[in-house]
């Protein structure tokens, strides 16, 4: 398989992991300044504002973004959080000309805590740490997932990869590639992303491919 993939980052999933990030819809938000740095300190999380704009960086290492800034409490807000970057081919940048800087960018996304990165990638590299983060969440939920749908160029740039839809009573648990929304744009995550169902309509039957793109696009994206 030909390489799709200049360069790839990623800090694994772990079903704790999971567990803390679909918990934040219903933590108790701090009510104060002090009483938030004290719930940051304890977790060991802290702000980041280079790789993605206005996020928290956990413990582990991972990225979670979300509305509003504050990631604690407020069910009704879109939560992501960033397990992998990817810097994709680009057929019409036959000269590299992006290439200096976007390697700089992954580089600091493989000098997180935990992370690991290589370059000359293809798309079954990519998939392989996809499907290793689906088991995690699998092991969490207690199911499979009830959709998976191979991604488009509606939905992201790079390759085609897996998207995983599982769903709480509450909120869309999505997992697969999703257009970076940082600083530069060229790059794409790999994100776990919890949102409110009612972002989209009811999920579309398994053979709704155009259905598929359209939910998961309207639960993935700002």
Do not use: K
């Amino acid at each position: 398989m030909p390489i799709s993939v200049h360069a790839l980052a990623h800090r694994p999933l772990t079903a704790a992991v999971v567990a803390e990030f679909v918990a934040l819809p219903t933590t108790p938000a701090p009510d104060t300044e002090d009483a938030m740095a004290a719930e940051m300190q304890r977790r060991g999380w802290s702000w980041e504002h280079e790789l993605v704009c206005d996020s928290v960086r956990t413990e582990c290492g991972h990225v979670v973004c979300t509305d509003g800034y504050d990631p604690f409490g407020r069910p009704d807000a879109r939560r992501f959080l960033v397990f992998g970057e990817l810097y994709p081919v680009d057929p019409e940048d036959d000269d590299m000309s992006n290439g200096p800087w976007l390697y700089d960018i992954m580089d600091d996304w493989q000098q997180l805590p935990g992370w690991s990165g290589r370059q000359g990638c293809t798309d079954e590299d990519c998939e392989a740490v996809l499907t290793e983060a689906a088991q995690s969440v699998t092991d969490h939920l207690g199911s499979a997932p009830e959709r998976t749908l191979l991604s488009s160029a509606a939905l992201v740039t790079g390759p085609p990869l897996t998207h995983r839809i599982w769903r709480t009573p509450t909120h869309a648990v999505v997992l697969g590639p999703a257009a970076d929304n940082g600083p530069y744009a060229y790059l794409t995550h790999l994100q776990l992303s919890l949102t409110p169902l009612a972002c989209g309509p009811d999920l579309p039957p398994a053979d709704d491919e155009a259905g598929l793109t359209a939910w998961i696009s309207a639960h993935v994206d700002w």
